[in-house]
């Protein structure tokens, strides 16, 4: 009898688990005494691999430990670049399939009609959640945040937020409305792949799908085979590197939790917990609030049918920070344990991790407030509208990558006259949070996909999912 093996969602919560311990371990125990210890003065310089005389007494045993931090960080660094490696290509061959797939442009026209307005509808929803929370709360009064560790939090972040500051001052001098338009069209597709510039490599797909659609049967469908054939090879190769999952995860989360002191911790504790528990509100309360009203009544998708199929891919976005590099397993968690067809998964999962950040939207929302209420400003109803509106519209642009939101953050703040320096105090817990809210972000594409499944009439029942799931996840 053939032994089966612990799923893959358990083994990456026991890798999450151990890393968190072990990094809790290091952030608590290891000083600069124990650098000291092994002769080391000069602990930035000697992990980085810098000359330093502070450090000339360094032995073999500091060289071991900065053999296993470099092991660590190689290790997360080496498998979240091998799913960015493979997420352009498969946002590139699902979305030409999808597109190509659903035939006529007037079906298109439809289903991505009604996929945008259920991204924005989602997503300015998820933005709501966040200021109710934060006006209800009030997480950056003084009653939570005194003026002194203000001053301490701001000014241990300072250099940071300068450079994110000045990235989205330039972002915001550069691209009006129009331009923002007309950014999406790539001047060169073949540059726009090779930046990784996501919407505009979803323009492109679209583009070449709908110019397939238009063409003959006959010249069409041996492209779109092509097309199918290189996306099922790259979905292969997700599968080959989700089974190293959970060791990267080890060390993703046991770099981000010793790196992230406890005292700043708990001097944004309020703070954390509001944003935590509004994400939570999203993620538990509007997403299956939302597939349960909108999946047909034969055939409505549960609480638990919901998460169970996708808690892989929220795993990995929780690890990972980035939905761009979870895109190859929310596809697959969509498809394989989900139920939704394929032609729908191509086409919703890529778009809506380059469009859809409701997550995003929600945290920019505390996050603008937070602010506002360090700094004693009142904001009234105009504001608080500018801040959804805008926190909507910039989720369409922040980058799928780890902390890529938080230069958008400055458009939102000036636009309600705050102080950008003001990000300062939030960058200490903003890798926490973007774990956080890369879940939700993952979690509404998923969402959205089995709403628009279930309209068409592309979703299998609970019984047919069950039996084709794989093994593998």
Same mark, same amino acid.
């Given at each position: ?269 309020? @703070? ?14 509007? @997403? ?74 929600? @945290? ?110």
């Amino acid at each position: 009898m053939k032994k089966r093996r612990l799923a893959l969602h358990w083994q990456i919560i026991i890798g999450l688990l151990l890393g968190a311990l072990v990094g809790g371990l290091v952030n608590r125990f290891w000083t600069p005494d124990t650098w000291s210890s092994l002769g080391v003065g000069d602990a930035k310089a000697f992990l980085a691999g810098k000359a330093s005389e502070a450090n000339s007494g360094a032995g073999v045993g500091a060289i071991a430990v900065r053999f296993l931090s470099g092991a660590t960080q190689f290790a997360g660094d080496l498998f979240i670049r091998g799913l960015r490696f493979i997420a352009v290509p498969i946002v590139l061959f699902s979305l030409i399939v999808g597109v190509a797939s659903l035939g006529d442009p007037r079906k298109l026209g439809r289903i991505g009609g009604k996929t945008l307005m259920w991204f924005i509808i989602t997503t300015m929803l998820a933005a709501g959640i966040g200021l109710a929370f934060s006006n209800t709360v009030q997480p950056g009064g003084e009653s939570f945040v005194s003026a002194a560790k203000r001053e301490e939090l701001a000014a241990t972040q300072q250099a940071l937020a300068a450079q994110r500051i000045a990235a989205g001052t330039q972002v915001k001098a550069e691209t009006s409305v129009w331009q923002e338009v007309v950014n999406v069209v790539p001047a060169n597709p073949f540059a726009a792949l090779a930046g990784a510039q996501m919407l505009q490599v979803v323009f492109l797909s679209v583009v070449v799908g709908v110019g397939l659609t238009l063409l003959p049967r006959s010249k069409s469908e041996p492209v779109v085979k092509v097309c199918d054939g290189l996306q099922d090879a790259f979905i292969m190769l997700v599968r080959l590197l989700m089974a190293t999952a959970p060791y990267a995860v080890f060390a993703l989360i046991a770099k981000t939790v010793a790196g992230l002191g406890l005292d700043v911790l708990a001097a944004l504790a309020v @703070y954390c917990v509001v944003t935590i528990a509004a994400l939570a509100t999203a993620l538990f309360g509007l @997403y299956p609030a939302f597939i349960w009203l909108r999946t047909p009544p034969g055939n409505r998708v549960g609480f638990a049918r919901f998460f169970r199929a996708l808690a892989p891919a929220q795993l990995l976005a929780f690890s990972s920070s980035s939905s761009a590099a979870t895109l190859p397993v929310t596809m697959e968690c969509c498809r394989d344990r989900l139920g939704v067809s394929d032609q729908i998964t191509s086409f919703v999962c890529p778009l809506g991790a380059t469009i859809n950040m409701g997550g995003t939207a929600l @945290y920019q929302s505390i996050a603008a407030t937070f602010i506002a209420q360090l700094y004693g400003i009142p904001l009234g109803l105009a504001d608080q509208v500018t801040i959804i509106m805008l926190a909507t519209l910039i989720a369409v642009g922040s980058p799928g990558v780890p902390g890529g939101s938080i230069v958008m953050m400055v458009i939102v703040l000036e636009a309600i006259d705050v102080p950008a320096e003001g990000i300062a105090v939030i960058l200490a817990v903003d890798r926490l949070l973007d774990m956080c809210r890369t879940v939700v972000n993952i979690t509404g594409d998923a969402a959205v996909a089995a709403v628009i499944a279930g309209n068409e009439g592309q979703l299998l029942t609970a019984e047919q999912a069950a039996a084709q799931a794989p093994n593998t996840l």
